[in-house]
Nanobody, 118 residues
Framework: QVQLVESGGGLVQPGGSLRLSCTAPRSIFSIFAMGWYRQAPGKQREFVARISTGKILYADSVKERFIISRDYDKNTLYLQMNDLTPDDTAAYYC?????????????WGQGTQVTVSS
């Protein structure tokens, strides 16, 4: 079973920033497009961002605030989240294999909780 491991979640005030990280095996990280999803309580899991070679895709709700990036040397995916609002409160999941329209691939991490509250 592929292991994707997220970290970096926590409690932050509205307007604050957090950076999430996700490490993956090199065999996965070097091949697949990577992405982030989130799931708020009582809601379905939703697409946040995707990165592949030369292409980045964001959900409209996070455009201009979130930045997805990847470090091939560290096999690590990042999500820089700025200007956070309470609506961003959710468990955030890393995914490997997400396609060009945001459909998730088969590999998931365990999630990291982000709570935006004053």
């Amino acid at each position: 079973q592929v292991q994707l491991v997220e970290s970096g979640g926590g409690l932050v005030q509205p307007g604050g920033s957090l950076r999430l990280s996700c490490t993956a095996p090199r065999s996965i990280f070097s091949i697949f497009a990577m992405g982030w999803y989130r799931q708020a309580p009582g809601k379905q899991r939703e697409f946040v961002a995707r990165i592949s070679t030369g292409k980045i895709l964001y959900a409209d709700s996070v455009k201009e605030r979130f930045i997805i990036s990847r470090d091939y040397d560290k096999n690590t995916l990042y999500l820089q989240m700025n200007d956070l609002t309470p609506d961003d409160t959710a468990a955030y999941y890393c995914n490997a294999g997400v396609d060009q329209v945001g459909t998730p691939g088969p590999h998931w991490g365990q999630g990291t909780q982000v709570t935006v509250s004053s």
